[in-house]
């Protein structure tokens, strides 16, 4: 009987471990701004690439000089951190996990969204 039950619990670790791989092998890491990471003129940055929800963003950024900041659609478009704002980050090396749909990420310094430091990713 302790033999059943010894196959019982190993059979329900190696499920446990199958479904946890197969959860995590599908999402992405990506670092924006590549090796330049989150600096000026990097809004084009995600052309070509396809994200998923559940992806990780990787913001490697100097926080002395910048920031990341979700945004809505609004403060994306008007470079402008609307009341509310879901989340800042200033750690300098921010990991922000994708939601399916739209997801917008300014830099609030002035001037750095309005040149380029902003990006509009959609996941699937």
Known sequence: MA???DI?????V?????????DTSHAGTYTVGGAKGWTL???GWHYGRSFKAGDILVFNYNPAAHDVVSVNRVGYNTCTV??????????????IKLVRG???FIC????????????????I
């Open 3 to 5: 033999e059943g039950r």
């Open 8 to 12: 019982a619990i190993t059979a329900t």
């Open 14 to 22: 190696l499920v446990c471990c199958l479904l946890l791989h197969c």
């Open 41 to 43: 003129n990097v809004v």
């Open 82 to 95: 609307p009341r509310g704002a879901s989340k800042v980050y200033h750690t300098g090396k921010d990991e």
């Open 102 to 104: 739209l997801n917008f």
């Open 108 to 123: 609030s310094v002035p001037g750095h969204c309005q040149s380029g430091m902003k990006i509009a990713i959609t996941a």
